[in-house]
């Protein structure tokens, strides 16, 4: 068990600085891997995309100040987050729909290395349950509730077509998933104190055609 | 043609700025397809899940105010954020990678209703060329130059293993690609003058973690 101080599990970290958590928990990764003992804030900041001064900011919240004219313990800090995060420990996952996005989520490495579990893989259509993938059968979505107790599952994933969703939402509600990450195109309504996550996976691809035009903008003519 | 002040086409957006322009523009959408004629920034703050000081000083970038007592114009504000991202544009895009994400992503009704079409899929792999995703042939990498020239392609999705991003990266960038899209599980390198935004699918399931986590200590015992 963790021995967490009451002031501190219930202090309230800004959902924008929970946002960048892993982003930092990613580029200290990539630090650490490259042999990289201590950082700068301005490094660190650097390598996740950040100011420094928001960087410093965010890390303050952990309690993480740095040393002056060290700077961060990689190793360390990437361990504070990953705590902080929850990532130091085992969450048991769920993802129904087993088309081709949920296939490629199955085969997802960065799952696995981030503490997330794939326990069970669902589908409705009965063609698909003889299917193995990344080593783990495909099982009947009625099997949901069994899968769902027997392995303490909070968190599943949703990689239905978009006219499943609500009713995958709803089953997995009733049976006690409290966290849903949702990649079908559509808006799912739950119970207050059911976090839902929506992946949009054009928004990037807008946030690169806004830089495509200003580059188109300032060629000469 | 648009007709763009210099003043306009130069000023900075900062660029946490311009990764929420998308999640509004998703926000808008959806109050617009339920009718909405008008919104507070209240009302479009917690659609999008941000505050509304943010929000207002966000859409200030674009010229954007409101109205006093009356709010946006919904379908007006839609249209000043798609033409600021540049949506409002055809964006001819290439997927490099066709295994199960690669299918995923061509099948993905998100990037077609933003303005971006998939004009070729390529595949190193011969056995892949016989199949046609989402209406569009699946074609030998080595074609990659002359669908980059024929289409005026600037943004290139790479949706390979990571052990080959790399090299169809500097395959990309030698033929005039500017933007890329990564899902490989690598870091890029590229010239100055290219973006690049990685896409982590664990990132989100991290930020649920973390709720999940908090969840779990406010509980009794």
């Not at 928001?54 to 890390?59: E, S």
């Not at 495909?138 to 899968?147: A, C, G, K, N, T």
């Amino acid at each position: 068990m963790t021995a967490r101080t009451s002031a501190e599990s219930t202090r309230d970290i800004p959902e924008a600085t929970v946002a960048r958590l892993p982003v930092y928990l990613r580029a200290l990764t990539t630090l650490s891997e490259s042999g990289t003992i201590t950082c700068s804030s301005e490094d660190l900041a650097q390598a996740a995309g950040v100011n420094s001064a928001k960087l410093r900011k965010d890390l303050s919240y952990l309690g993480s100040y740095g040393t002056r004219g060290v700077g961060y313990d990689v190793d360390y800090l990437r361990y504070q987050i990953a705590r902080e995060i929850g990532v130091t420990q085992d969450w048991p996952v769920v993802i129904v729909g087993i088309g081709n996005l949920g296939h490629a989520l199955a085969n997802y490495s960065g799952f696995r290395s981030r503490g997330f579990r794939v326990v069970a893989l669902l589908d409705a259509d009965p063609t698909r349950h003889d299917e193995v993938v990344a080593g783990i059968d495909v099982r009947p979505f009625d099997d949901l509730e069994q899968i769902v107790r027997e392995n303490g599952v909070a968190i599943g994933v949703i990689a239905t077509p978009a006219i499943a969703a609500q009713d995958v939402a709803d089953r997995m509600v009733a049976c006690g998933i409290s966290s849903i990450l949702n990649f079908a195109a559509t808006v799912l309504s739950v119970p207050a104190g059911v976090d839902v996550r929506k992946v949009d996976l054009s928004i990037e691809l807008q946030i690169l055609a806004y830089h495509e035009q200003r580059k188109a903008q300032v060629e000469p003519a």
